[in-house]
């Protein structure tokens, strides 16, 4: 597969996407905003946050499952 260079107008659009994405983040309970952040962004696991955290691998999960529903609100 050939890979085109992208138009400056995805370009454009993309960024719109990303500052929406995070001021829809910045929304967050600071908790949430956290672990989303820590399992997404910067690629760890629910295992690690939770051993940074000293709390259960459970705890991390429904917080970044709360945090990605609450996001998909923001974000409709």
Known sequence: AVHRPATV????LQSMEYARLHRAI???PEIQ????????F???TYEQIAEMENCSFQAIAKS?????K?????LE
């Open 70 to 74: 609450k996001l998909k609100k923001l």
């Open 9 to 12: 107008e995805e370009l454009a």
């Open 64 to 68: 970044v499952t709360t945090a990605e």
């Open 42 to 44: 910067q690629g760890l």
């Open 26 to 28: 910045t929304k967050l």
């Open 33 to 40: 905003r956290r672990r989303l952040i820590l399992h997404y």
